[in-house]
C-alpha cells in the first residue's frame, strides 16, 4: 500500500474511534474539507470541532469498498453508519477524494448520500 493510502486508511481508522490526534497527524496544517451543499472548513482547528458532530453520539462505523490512487489523489468509496443523538441511525454512502501533499491529506472533498430504509 502507498504511503498515501496508508494515510487514509489511518484517517478512517482514527474516525472509527474519535481519535482527535490520530486523525489530525494526517492532516497538513492549512487542511480544507469541503462537504458541497454542507460546509467548507478551513485549517486544522475548524477540522477538529467537526470531528464529532453534535447530531450523532460514539464513533461512526465506516467501511472502505474501494480506494484509488492516482497523481497524489486518493478516492476511496464505502459505507459510514453513526447514531442520531435523537434516535435512530444514519446509514450513507460516501466517495471522498483526498488530495496529498508529502502523505499527508491537504483537501478532502466528501459527498454523502443518505441511504433511507
Known amino acids: 500500500m502507498s504511503p498515501n493510502k ?7 481508522e482514527g474516525f472509527s474511534k474519535s ?3 490520530q486523525i489530525l497527524s494526517c492532516l497538513t496544517d492549512n487542511i480544507e474539507w469541503l462537504m ?4 467548507h472548513l478551513s485549517g ?3 477540522f477538529d470541532k467537526e470531528i464529532e458532530n453534535d447530531a450523532f453520539v460514539g464513533s461512526p462505523t465506516i467501511k472502505i469498498t474501494r480506494m484509488t490512487e492516482e497523481n497524489d489523489v ?23 477524494v483526498f488530495a496529498m501533499q508529502d502523505a499527508k ?3 478532502l472533498t466528501t459527498y454523502l448520500s443518505e441511504i433511507k430504509d
Open 105 to 107: 491529506i491537504k483537501q
Open 19 to 21: 481519535d482527535h490526534a
Open 6 to 12: 496508508q494515510t487514509v486508511q489511518k484517517y478512517m
Open 36 to 39: 458541497p451543499g454542507a460546509f
Open 74 to 96: 486518493v478516492i476511496a468509496e464505502g459505507t459510514v453508519r453513526c447514531a442520531r443523538k435523537g434516535g435512530g441511525f444514519l446509514n450513507a454512502v460516501f466517495c471522498d
Open 44 to 46: 486544522k482547528d475548524a
